[in-house]
């Protein structure tokens, strides 16, 4: 009985972070490598720590407008991250299509695909930014947990 | 002997982390961040709109006057409205914080208004821009400018011609 919540407890401090390019120009992910790869932003004293795996993710960072050729791939890899899983649009492309907007070639927003929970505009927005936003998906993720 | 200056210079100088978002946040003042509209100083010649490579920025006549909408979330922070705008009545802060829930999605808009006057002169419906009077020669007074921006642009173009340039 006691042991559950402890679980929880304990599980809530390290959500695992998945990137899926949804066609990027790779300035976002980019970013996002930075952010998570040097000591300078070190995201890991949040707790997270980015897998190679979407079946180990808790907060998924989309980037990229989601092009038509990678609509398939991106839907089925959401599809394998476990409930509870908390979205992250990363740059204003996922948001609203960004430079690319109106292109015949992606699908903008992404959120008439897939439910996004936070936002982070920005072309690319710079580390300490996507840190503010993950900052906020974690607060999320912890209520839905 | 390499590794023990090393240690040294690293116990002196501390982690090279940054505090955020744990602290404040380094931030350049010339940060390309969110956009800012000030449609006091705006000559709506709506080059910002047109310069603007992702339709970011959207001019509309309403019955009040013109709506000036800046979506940031469409906004690649590109600086080409601040560099075309001939008042800096557009121009980039170094507010890069902009990260929001997706129900805020339709709030992030900076958003203005150019109102109608009426002209002083004739008495037509025009909308109370920042007069275009850069190059006037010699340059306007304050209270010149005031007159000229009460007047629709016929009648701006008549005060200009007729105005008494002291000798
Ligand atoms: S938001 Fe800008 S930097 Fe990021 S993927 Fe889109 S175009 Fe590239
Ligand atoms: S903001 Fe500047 S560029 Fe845009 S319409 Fe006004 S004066 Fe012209
Ligand atoms: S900074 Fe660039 S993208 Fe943003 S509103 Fe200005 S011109 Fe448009």
């Given at each position: 009985?006691?042991?559950?919540?402890?679980?929880?407890?304990?599980?809530?401090?390290?959500?695992?972070?998945?990137?899926?390019?949804?066609?990027?120009?790779?300035?976002?992910?980019?970013?996002?490598?930075?952010?998570?790869?040097?000591?300078?932003?070190?995201?890991?004293?949040?707790?997270?720590?980015?897998?190679?795996?979407?079946k180990?993710?808790?907060?998924?960072?989309?980037?990229?407008?989601?092009?038509?050729?990678?609509?398939?791939?991106?839907?089925?890899?959401?599809?394998?991250?476990?409930?509870?899983?908390?979205?992250?649009a990363?740059?204003?492309?996922?948001?609203?299509?960004?430079?690319?907007?109106?292109?015949?070639?992606?699908?903008?927003?992404?959120?008439?695909?897939?439910?996004?929970?936070?936002?982070?505009?920005?072309?690319?927005?710079?580390p300490?930014?996507?840190?503010?936003?993950?900052?906020?998906?974690?607060?999320?993720?912890?209520?839905?947990? | 002997?390499?590794?023990?200056?090393?240690?040294?210079?690293?116990?002196?100088?501390?982690?090279q982390?940054?505090?955020?978002?744990?602290?404040?946040?380094?931030?350049?003042?010339?940060?390309?961040?969110?956009?800012?509209?000030?449609?006091?100083?705006?000559?709506?010649?709506?080059?910002?709109?047109?310069?603007?490579?992702?339709?970011?920025?959207?001019?509309?006549?309403?019955?009040?006057?013109?709506?000036?909408?800046?979506?940031?979330?469409?906004?690649?922070?590109?600086g080409?409205?601040?560099?075309?705008?001939?008042?800096?009545?557009?121009?980039?802060?170094n507010?890069?914080?902009?990260s929001?829930?997706?129900?805020?999605?339709?709030?992030?808009?900076?958003?203005?208004?150019?109102?109608?006057?009426?002209?002083?002169?004739?008495?037509?419906?025009?909308?109370?821009?920042?007069?275009?009077?850069?190059?006037?020669?010699?340059?306007?007074?304050?209270?010149?400018?005031?007159?000229?921006?009460?007047?629709?642009?016929?009648?701006?173009?008549?005060?200009?011609?007729?105005?008494?340039?002291?000798?």
């Amino acid at each position: 009985m006691g042991l559950i919540p402890n679980f929880k407890n304990i599980a809530t401090r390290s959500p695992w972070i998945y990137r899926i390019n949804a066609g990027s120009c790779n300035g976002c992910d980019v970013e996002m490598a930075t952010t998570a790869l040097i000591p300078r932003y070190d995201i890991e004293r949040l707790g997270c720590q980015y897998c190679g795996s979407p079946k180990h993710a808790d907060i998924v960072l989309i980037s990229g407008p989601l092009t038509v050729r990678v609509k398939d791939a991106v839907l089925r890899m959401y599809e394998e991250i476990p409930d509870p899983k908390v979205t992250v649009a990363v740059g204003v492309c996922p948001i609203s299509g960004g430079i690319f907007r109106e292109s015949y070639a992606v699908l903008a927003p992404i959120d008439q695909y897939i439910p996004i929970d936070v936002n982070v505009p920005g072309c690319p927005p710079r580390p300490q930014a996507i840190i503010a936003g993950v900052a906020k998906a974690i607060a999320i993720w912890r209520e839905r947990l | 002997m390499n590794f023990l200056t090393i240690f040294a210079r690293n116990l002196k100088q501390g982690p090279q982390t940054e505090a955020f978002p744990l602290g404040p946040a380094f931030t350049p003042d010339r940060l390309r961040g969110r956009i800012e509209f000030k449609a006091e100083s705006c000559e709506g010649c709506r080059i910002c709109e047109r310069v603007c490579p992702a339709n970011a920025i959207r001019f509309a006549k309403t019955p009040d006057g013109m709506t000036f909408d800046c979506w940031h979330n469409t906004c690649v922070f590109c600086g080409n409205c601040e560099f075309y705008c001939p008042t800096d009545a557009i121009h980039q802060t170094n507010d890069w914080d902009l990260s929001h829930v997706n129900a805020d999605k339709f709030d992030m808009v900076e958003h203005g208004l150019i109102p109608n006057q009426t002209c002083v002169d004739c008495g037509a419906t025009a909308l109370n821009t920042a007069p275009m009077v850069k190059n006037a020669k010699p340059p306007l007074s304050t209270e010149e400018v005031a007159e000229v921006r009460a007047r629709c642009p016929k009648c701006r173009a008549k005060y200009l011609k007729n105005r008494k340039v002291p000798a």
